[in-house]
Every structure is written in C-alpha cells, then in structure tokens.
C-alpha cells in the first residue's frame, strides 16, 4: 500500500525558514517523480513543486522560485521542502504527491494527508 506521510508544518512568522519532509513507503520510491501541492483556507489545490525520480531536475511554482527549495534523498524514501522567506500568503496545508512515472509530466495518483503551514506573526 503507498502511503506519503508528511511532518514539519507549524506556525512560522513570515521572513522565516521551515522544512517540510514526506517519509513514502509502498513503492519503490527512486523509480518516481514526487512533489508538493498546497491548499490555503477556502482555496483550491495549488501546485507547488515538484522533483524527477533521481533529483536531477526540478520545477517551481512562480511565486515560489528563488525562496523554497525541493530536494530528495532516495536512500532514505524522503522528500523535502526547504521554505525560506516565507510570506503570509505561503500559509496552507501542504501535501506531498507522488506522480505515475519518473517524470513530472505524469499526473499524480497519490497523495498524503497533509501538513498546515502558517505563517503569521
């Protein structure tokens, strides 16, 4: 059974750096592209993120780049997201989606249950 279990979120006040991490199992987890989507309070599902199946390449959201950072570590079937200065409108329940092949042009079949991110002071 996949399962994408994601930790880090909390209440960060906005300039601040926070690291998300989404442990996955049930997969053979170098063999797929995996990445971050978000959903803010009374929004849709927003695309954050994403990774190839050996970290070689990477795509951002626009109001993004430059200020979050996606990585993986293949040995450990983790992701992460490295969020720098963080902004109001970052705040959000961030969930890691695994997508249908090792790219990123496939679409995502699994996603995990979540974690809130808020950012306020």
């Known amino acids: 059974e996949v399962q994408l279990v994601e930790s880090g979120g909390g209440l960060v006040q906005p300039g601040g750096s926070h690291r998300l991490s989404c442990v996955a199992s049930g997969f053979t987890f170098a063999n797929y592209a995996i990445g971050w989507v978000r959903q803010a309070p009374g929004k849709g599902l927003e695309w954050v993120s994403a990774i190839n199946n050996y970290g070689g390449s990477t795509r951002y959201l626009d109001s993004v780049k430059g200020r979050f950072t996606i990585s993986r570590d293949n040995a450990k079937n983790t992701l992460y997201l490295q969020m720098n200065s963080l902004k109001p409108e970052d705040t959000a329940k961030y969930y890691c989606?695994?997508?249908?092949?090792?790219?990123?042009?496939?679409?995502?079949?699994?996603w995990g249950q979540g974690t809130q991110v808020t950012v306020s002071s």
């Open positions: 989606a695994k997508y249908r092949g090792s790219y990123f042009y496939t679409a995502n079949d699994y």
